[in-house]
């Protein structure tokens, strides 16, 4: 079987000012608002070898390289969108916002 190969001519491009042009999608957050997504907290991250990972105990505690008076991040499929502190909703935890990123 033989690949048959045609050379293409292609026009020259210009810059175009798109500050001009209509977006290609309309930013109308009416079509996707009542889409849920799940919101994840980092309160923070903690370093160990494997052999120190598989020695942990129900009892054990892992310390987080965070200071305690740092801001937790809010996270939107992995990326930090918000910062805020740990506070106590009824029985729940909850994140009071300090910084919107």
């Known amino acids: 079987m033989t690949t048959v190969v045609d050379p293409i001519e292609l026009e020259e491009s210009h810059p175009v000012d798109n500050r001009t042009l209509a977006p290609l999608i309309k930013r109308d957050l009416g079509l996707i608002k009542h889409v849920r ?31 305690v008076n740092e801001p937790a991040r809010l996270c939107l499929d992995g990326k930090a969108v918000a910062r805020g502190n740990l506070v106590a909703v009824d029985d729940n935890f909850g994140l009071q916002l300090t910084e919107i990123l």
Do not use: P, W
């Open 37 to 67: 997504v799940e919101l994840t907290v980092e309160l923070g991250s903690a370093e160990m070898t494997v052999d120190e990972l598989f020695a942990l105990k129900s009892g054990d505690v892992v310390k987080l390289l965070q200071q």
